[in-house]
């Protein structure tokens, strides 16, 4: 069995307490933000660097070339924000609104995931080199065309996501569940299931098992 990797966690210093804003070229570094409202608005270039965000809403949102390191999100409102071409790196989600969220095109390094609601989020054409994505709705969502190395899903609900042209050899979706899921034939080689699993993707590539 494929060996799991385990994101490596944020390092963060003693914070300082600061509002929130955006602001095109601003970086913010070593701050704790709680209880801010930024819902559509637009803003290029924010860097976000050794900190922590608490009840961040940022609703219908569009950060292009957003930069997050060693960063914690917890209880943040990020839905239908457009945050395609991103850059991730020791990055936590916890308990975050990631409902039609759009990280496509975007880069993960050391980036975990847990106890999130992200139906209809976009993962599409990401990098991701170790991602760990725990106890998260993922329902309807898109992982379609990712280039990955060291991803893990566990206890997750992946009903209807799609995962074309994504090579899942060493994946595992035992502990996921889902009732229907779409994949490519050619890049199923490898796919870690159980039994009820392995029946319900083989019934959606049109199999009639007697």
Aim: aromatic fraction near 12%; charged fraction near 25%.
């Amino acid at each position: 069995m494929a060996k799991s990797y385990l994101p490596l966690p944020p390092t963060l210093p003693t914070l300082v307490t600061e509002d929130f804003y955006l602001e095109e070229e601003k970086i913010f570094e070593g701050a704790f933000f709680e209880d801010a409202d930024c819902s559509y608005d637009t803003c290029k270039n924010l860097v976000l660097k050794q900190c922590q965000l608490k009840k961040i809403t940022l609703q219908k949102t569009r950060l292009e070339q957003w930069e997050c390191q060693h960063v914690v999100f917890e209880q943040c409102d990020f839905s239908n924000l457009e945050c395609y071409g991103a850059s991730f790196h020791r990055v936590i989600f916890k308990q975050c609104k990631l409902t039609g969220t759009n990280f496509a095109d975007s880069y993960f390094r050391d980036c975990t995931f847990i106890d999130c609601t992200a139906n209809f989020s976009s993962f599409s054409n990401t990098n991701i080199r170790t991602m760990l994505i725990d106890h998260c709705q993922c329902n309807d969502s898109e992982f379609t065309e990712i280039d990955w190395k060291h991803l893990t899903f566990k206890d997750n609900q992946l009903n209807n996501s799609n995962w074309i042209h994504t090579p899942l050899a060493s994946l595992d979706f035992r502990s996921n569940r889902f009732e229907q899921i779409a994949l490519s034939t050619d890049q199923l080689k490898g796919l870690i299931v159980d039994q009820e699993q392995g029946l319900i993707i083989a019934a959606g590539l049109g199999l009639v098992i007697d």
